[in-house]
């Protein structure tokens, strides 16, 4: 299965990956991931995306692209889930063309919809391990150990585009650039359009409903 999980920043992307991952087998493959371990690492690549990232705008188009059609080309039989790539209208053509010379497409899309409000709640509760990459939230989500990843015991972290500044900025580039994304799938008919203001497990239910559809055609 190709999977595109679209949404706005906090939407829930991240945390229903990883529940389509261990139900699926697909490889997970986040752009804001990738991006930051290239940070982290200090690479070229990471301190070209450093200044776009700590400012809520979008990495450009060029480097995005080369960096996600490079890891999509080392996924497994059993396909991927995308999160966070394509972000623009210029990144989901370029996708598709990349898919379309092995012959492959986009199986289907999974758009997440919710409201900026909601959305500064959950980025400004948010923990996440800089080990395994496990979401929690303060309030919704909250590890067995206050402040210690349930995986593997290391000490949660605070991103630092998640004060409410970066945020709303964040939310404010979705609107102008990645909202248009969900418009130019519909033409395939394989968008599925996801409330994602309930409970996480709903959600989830609700996601897994649509790919098993799907994984049993
Ligand atoms: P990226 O890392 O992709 O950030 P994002 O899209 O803004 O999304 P997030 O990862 O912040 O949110 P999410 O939807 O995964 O939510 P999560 O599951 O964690 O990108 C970061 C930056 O990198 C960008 O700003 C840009 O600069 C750059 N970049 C990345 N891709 C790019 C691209 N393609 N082109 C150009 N630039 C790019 O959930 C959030 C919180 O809410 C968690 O605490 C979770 O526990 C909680 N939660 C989740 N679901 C629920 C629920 N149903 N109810 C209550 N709480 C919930």
């Known amino acids: 299965m190709r999977i595109v999980l679209l949404g706005a920043p906090g939407a829930g992307k991240g945390t229903q990956c990883k529940r389509i991952v261990d139900r699926y087998g697909v490889l997970h493959l986040s752009s804001g991931d990738i991006l930051r371990k290239e940070r982290s690492e200090k690479t070229e690549l990471g301190k070209k995306a450093q200044s776009y990232m700590d400012s809520g705008a979008l990495v450009p188009d060029e480097i995005i692209v080369a960096m996600m059609s490079g890891a999509i080309e080392k996924a497994p039989e059993a396909g991927f889930v995308l999160d966070g790539f394509p972000r623009t209208v210029n990144q989901a053509r370029e996708l598709d063309k ?3 010379s092995n012959n492959e497409q986009v ?4 758009n997440l919809k919710i409201d900026d409000q909601v959305v500064m709640d959950r980025m400004t509760g948010r923990r996440s391990c800089p080990k395994c990459g496990a979401v929690y939230h303060i309030n ?7 402040g210690k990843c349930d995986n593997d015991g290391s000490e949660l972290i ?3 585009d998640d004060t409410a500044e970066v945020v709303a900025e964040r939310l404010k580039t979705y609107h102008q650039q990645t909202e248009p994304v969900a418009d130019y799938y519909r033409r395939n008919d394989n968008v599925c359009d996801i409330n994602a203001l309930g409970d996480i497990d709903q959600i989830t239910d609700l996601i897994f409903k ?3 559809v799907f994984a049993k055609s």
Not at 107 to 110: E, G, K, N, R
Request: no cysteine.
């Open 98 to 100: 990349s898919l379309a």
């Open 107 to 110: 199986d289907i899309v999974i």
């Open 140 to 146: 919704n989500l909250k590890p067995k150990v206050e």
């Open 158 to 160: 605070q991103r630092t």
């Open 210 to 212: 649509h790919l098993d």
